[in-house]
């Protein structure tokens, strides 16, 4: 993921069916690229509905963007680790209804049993708003090793996430897929909160 996403490919199409694993050296790769687009479109709605992210579904005002494919990357990570997907129903609308409104099932439920900071990282993919999730792979992946080599210890998660970043010359870099939903919000007149860690352009982004 973190390779195509260094190229500005979303996926947009994350799921099971599109893992391909190499016996000889257990190396994960993603197949199925025909849902993909660059990071300049707005809405993709041609992937399969329980794997897609709110914004993907066209529902929020936010671009597709690498927070979309680590969403549905979440999805798979929740369902390998419970058998079920966070959410069903056999009615497309209903279905819908509950990937914008509720949350998933806890993980840990008593039939399933995972250290919880796995379960937090896994909750942070599968958050609504894209700005709350993990912004890049490499992000996801820190958080991942560390859950592994310290199970029972805690961490601000998204810590070492990657977003955009300044120049000394104060232009941005990765941030202009957030233009556009500046532009809605002020259209709209609509109140807007701003939220990264440090150094990631917010200010330069206001300015």
């Known amino acids: 993921m973190k390779e195509f996403h260094h190229k500005k490919i979303i996926h947009g199409d994350i ?12 190396r994960l790769k993603f197949i199925d690229f025909g849902s993909s ?37 979440g999805v798979c990570f929740y369902q390998l680790f419970t058998g079920n997907l966070p959410f069903v129903d056999k009615d497309q609308t209903k279905l819908i ?8 099932p806890l993980i840990n439920d008593g039939k399933n049993k995972i250290s919880p900071i796995l379960q937090k990282i896994i909750f942070k993919c599968l958050n609504k708003d894209p700005l709350d999730r993990y912004l890049s ?3 996801l992946l820190y ?15 998204g810590s070492k996430d990657i977003s955009g970043y300044l120049n000394q010359d104060g ?4 941030l202009n897929q957030y233009n556009d939903v500046f532009d809605k919000f002020f259209i709209h007149k609509k109140n807007l909160i701003i939220q990264g860690v440090e150094k990631s352009g917010k200010t330069i982004l206001l300015k």
Request: proline share 8%.
């Open 15 to 26: 799921k099971p069916s599109n893992f391909v694993i190499n016996e000889k050296n257990d």
């Open 37 to 73: 687009k660059s990071e300049d479109f707005e809405h993709n709605k041609t992937g399969t509905i329980p794997y897609m992210s709110p914004e993907q579904l066209g529902f929020i005002p936010y671009e597709i963007g690498k927070y979309t494919d680590i969403y549905s990357l």
């Open 97 to 104: 209804q509950k990937i914008l409104t509720e949350n998933p």
């Open 137 to 139: 792979a490499e992000g």
């Open 143 to 157: 958080d991942l090793r560390y859950a592994k080599n310290n199970p029972d210890k805690k961490i601000a998660l």
């Open 171 to 174: 232009e941005t870099f990765g």
